[in-house]
């Protein structure tokens, strides 16, 4: 069974730091794309950032550029997303997710990943 568990969510001034963490289980971690959306209240689901299996190639929202940085620990089985410089447009709920496909990169798309975590809750105050 696919598990996806983050952590590392809170409540943080602007200009702050947080490092997201996402616990995956049931699946080769190794072999998958993944990647972070955020939902803000009211709004949709929005694509962060993504990973490939393969090289460790990143992309990211312009909106994030320069200030988050997404990465993979394989022997862990563990996804992480290191926020700095935050700005309260950043605050939303935020979600790990696992490509559909085992071998294949997917980045921006959300219909392109098959399994969610829960969210954790980041919030930034002005």
């Known amino acids: 069974q696919v598990q996806l568990v983050e952590s590392g969510g809170g409540l943080v001034q602007a200009g702050g730091s947080l490092r997201l963490s996402c616990a995956a289980s049931g699946f080769t971690f190794s072999l998958y794309g993944m990647a972070w959306f955020r939902q803000a209240p009211g709004k949709e689901r929005e694509f962060v950032a993504a990973?490939?299996?393969?090289?460790?190639?990143?992309r990211y929202v312009d909106s994030v550029k320069g200030r988050f940085t997404i990465s993979r620990d394989n022997a862990k089985n563990t996804l992480y997303l290191q926020m700095n410089s935050l700005k309260p447009e950043d605050t939303a709920v935020y979600y790990c997710a696992r490509g559909r496909r085992p071998y294949n990169n997917y980045w921006s798309e959300a219909v392109d990943f098959g399994s969610w975590g829960q969210g954790t809750q980041v919030t930034v105050s002005s």
């Open positions: 990973i490939s299996w393969s090289d460790g190639t990143t």
